[in-house]
């Protein structure tokens, strides 16, 4: 994380902290840039009393803070303040202001509904789903759309809110009949393990929809339920309807539990170019159900140096070490897979098993309650926002 530092004479302990990346700003200088590369996030809060405060005590001349306030009373949108504040610092260049100007302006000329659901795109895009419900809740309470409702449920699907998911998802799908909504409500029941109801409600589906998504669905759905065959024909048809590499993946993965003689991943050369990280786990994986684990932990061992986005190779690769009771070397590998935030848990779950494997009940016991309480105050915090 960035940390702004001050250049200004007047210096402070306690910095400002913007909730929503968590950065940390130190001086007026630090405060002025992180709002030109985030105005709107910064534009949301310019009026708080935080904020105000914050302006107040890093300001080398009070007449920029009298000036901020009187802008503050002015009945202009929100962006509009803060540009003038980022005038005042005399901290930004006037060609960089002025592109932003014109950026506001447009933003600004948006319907108020249109600003809300793009607002709340973007926070989904960004995985900040209880922001995202916020701005379509928001956006709902001036006009019904049911493509809104639709995102709104699923953006309690990504926050496991299945109830009120489903409410949601069922509620958009009576006004509008989408493949989409179609396909999020087959994902919840997946999730929910309703398998048998999904597949009903694909097969149905197909008969008027012969779509590559559903048939990509109902593999996942067949693989799930551990019936390989024919979860492999149904990502076959899917491929044959449009041949993305996330299918071709699901082909060669199913080919492996089903006959891992087969020389499918040796086939599938030109995927290693494309997606080197699932080649080398599909080859890792290969190498296991022929009992090769040592030529798989050298594949790994070999892939982590190789590869940019490495976190998932270390995780698969810490597990083999465990399994091979290569207890140091399992540690190292996990210590580098837990610089990825989205494997956190599964990291966790995995530095417990192997301080178990290790005769260290002590830790592995503190791993899982450390898993226990994250899960506990992340839906603390989603039904307190």
């Known amino acids: 994380m960035k940390v702004y530092k001050s250049i200004s004479i007047r210096q402070i302990q306690q910095p400002y902290v913007f909730k929503e990346t968590s950065q940390r700003v130190y001086s007026l200088e630090g405060l002025i840039c992180y709002c030109y590369h985030h105005w709107m996030e910064a534009a949301d809060i310019v009026d708080t009393k935080e904020f105000v405060r914050f302006i107040s005590d890093v300001s080398l001349q009070n007449d920029l803070y009298i000036e901020f306030t009187r802008i503050l009373e002015y009945n202009i949108p929100n962006s509009f303040k803060l540009l003038r504040l980022l005038e005042l610092s005399a901290c930004m260049d006037v060609t960089h202001l002025n592109d932003l100007k014109k950026e506001i302006q447009k933003w600004e000329e948006k319907p108020l509904i249109l600003k809300l659901k793009l607002r709340g795109d973007m926070a989904f895009r960004q995985k900040k789903y209880v922001k995202a419900l916020e701005f379509y809740k928001q956006a709902q309470s001036h006009i019904y759309d049911p493509i809104v409702e639709h995102n709104i449920g699923v953006s309690y699907l990504q926050l496991y809110f299945f109830q009120e998911a489903e ?22 029941l997946k999730m929910t393990n309703r398998e048998d109801l999904a597949l009903e409600k694909i097969n149905k589906l197909l008969k008027t929809n012969f779509e590559a998504d559903l048939l990509y669905e109902c593999g996942l759905i067949y693989q799930i339920k551990n019936e390989y065959n024919k979860a492999l024909d149904a990502f076959s048809n899917a491929y044959k309807l449009d041949n993305r590499d996330d299918i071709l993946v699901k082909i060669i993965e199913m080919t492996i539990e089903i006959n891992p003689s087969s020389l499918v991943i040796e086939e599938a050369i030109d995927l290693q170019q494309r997606r080197q990280e699932d080649y080398v786990m599909l080859k890792s994986m290969w190498y296991i159900k022929l ?6 932990i050298d594949l790994l061992e070999n892939a982590v140096i190789s590869c940019q ?11 083999l070490y465990r399994q091979e009771k290569q207890i140091i070397k399992a540690i190292g590998a996990i210590s580098n897979a837990a610089r990825n935030e989205e494997l956190k848990d599964e990291i966790l779950y995995e530095m417990a098993l192997i301080a178990k494997r290790a005769g260290n009940r002590v830790d592995y016991e503190a791993k899982i309650n450390e898993l226990v309480k994250i899960w506990k105050d992340d839906v603390r915090q989603r039904f307190t926002e």
């Open 167 to 188: 409410v949601a998802l069922n509620k958009a799908l009576e006004e509008c009949d989408k493949l989409e909504i179609h396909l999020n409500i087959i994902r919840l």
């Open 291 to 296: 009992n090769k684990s040592s030529e798989a």
């Open 309 to 319: 986005n490495n976190s998932k190779l270390y995780l698969h690769l810490a597990k």
